[in-house]
């Protein structure tokens, strides 16, 4: 049974920092790029961020370089997301997703599994 379980959301003020992970079973890891999606109240679901297998390939958001790093330990089963600098409009619910690909993909479709998803709320 795969599983995909985001932590770290919570409350946060405009211009502070989250650490977001998402353990992972289920799958053989190592072999899953791994991805970060949000949703705010809506029906889009927006790529944030995505990691290749080895994790030596990252991909991210317009609106996220700079203050967005995703990272992965392989040995944990376990992807990062690490938010700086946050802003009211980061928040949404966050979601992780494993895709069994080569490539970063950058729409929901292209990804196999999903975590629950977790909240950040930004306040101004």
């Known amino acids: 049974q795969v599983q995909l379980v985001e932590s770290g959301g919570g409350l946060v003020q405009a211009g502070g920092s989250l650490r977001l992970s998402c353990a992972t079973s289920g799958v053989t890891f190592s072999r899953y790029t791994m991805g970060w999606f949000r949703q705010a109240p809506g029906p889009e679901r927006e790529f944030v961020a995505a990691i290749s297998r080895g ?70």
């Open 55 to 124: 994790g030596g390939g990252t991909n991210y958001a317009e609106s996220m370089k700079g203050r967005f790093t995703i990272s992965r330990d392989n040995a944990k089963n376990t992807v990062y997301l690490q938010m700086n600098n946050l802003k009211p409009e980061d928040t949404a619910v966050y979601y992780c997703a494993a895709a069994f690909s080569v490539s970063l993909p950058v729409i929901p479709g292209g990804y196999d599994y999903w975590g629950q998803g977790t909240q950040v709320t930004v306040s101004s």
